[in-house]
């Protein structure tokens, strides 16, 4: 009796024992899963904190993020007369006479342009869209010559600017201009006729080159561009 009895005993202890480390794994897991939620909730939270103050930091007044670069801030306007800003940018506002305005396949191409960047000419069936455009797929001279022709302003870089000029042409792209939307009968885009000038605004039959960006080009730019937009000998919407 003796013997039986010690062993319930034992039997007994050995299930309290299992029992109680099988209690306290249990008590373990719920700790770590409590603990990777708190995680994840810390995360989501600083996510979240960090989202709004980028929102509230950005004052380019267009997206944070297109063409791949970020856009950046430019200066609040202070000239608008077009002749008084180019001349304080120091850029060149030229006007030209019209070179033609015959077609061709969308498959060809024309060499005989005497402005560069182009200002009129023979050009594609097809216009450019507006919009901008990713530095390497910009559009074929061609069928941006045919966008000048629908009244729209061409904003050109030269290959190499650097990414922050880039973003700050994307905030001038994305102004509102005669109370329209973002963008407004504009085009951004990577130059593609070795133009000696830093950035450009193209118009139909006219340009103005800058050999340098500061921040009075901006002013500039716009005042081209108030000017010029719309003025193309098609009015297309």
């Known amino acids: 009796m003796s013997s039986r009895q010690e062993e319930k005993e034992r039997r007994k202890l050995e299930r309290i024992e299992r029992e109680h480390a099988e209690a306290?794994?249990?008590k373990r897991k719920r700790l770590l899963m409590t603990a990777a939620g708190a995680l994840v909730a810390v995360v989501a939270v600083v996510a979240i904190v960090l989202a709004v103050s980028s929102g509230e930091n950005d004052t380019s007044g267009g997206p944070s993020d297109v063409n791949g670069v970020p856009s950046v801030a430019i200066p609040a306007r202070k000239i608008t007369n077009l002749q008084e800003a180019a001349k304080a940018a120091g850029c060149a506002v030229r006007e030209f006479p019209e070179e033609g305005r015959e077609h061709i396949p969308d498959n060809q191409s024309f060499n005989g342009y005497k402005t560069n960047p182009p200002t009129s000419?023979?050009?594609h069936q097809t216009p450019a869209q507006d919009g901008i455009?990713?530095?390497g797929t910009e559009p074929a001279k061609e069928s941006w010559v045919h966008t000048l022709e629908h009244?729209?302003?061409?904003?050109q870089y030269k290959p190499g600017t650097p990414k922050r000029v880039i973003g700050q042409l994307q905030?001038?792209?994305?102004?509102?201009?005669?109370?329209?939307p973002a963008g407004y009968h504009m085009v951004l885009l990577q130059n593609n006729t070795k133009m000696p000038y830093q950035v450009a605004a193209v118009a139909w039959r006219a340009y103005i080159g800058c050999n340098e960006v500061n921040d009075k080009t901006w002013d500039a730019l716009r005042a081209f561009r108030d000017t010029y937009v719309d003025k193309g000998p098609e009015a297309v919407p």
């Not at 009244?151 to 904003?155: A, E, H, M, T």
């Not at 792209?173 to 109370?179: A, L, Q, S």
């Open 24 to 26: 306290a794994a249990a």
């Open 121 to 123: 000419g023979t050009h």
């Open 151 to 155: 009244g729209r302003i061409i904003l």
């Open 171 to 180: 905030t001038l792209f994305n102004e509102k201009v005669k109370g329209g």
């Open 133 to 135: 455009y990713t530095a």
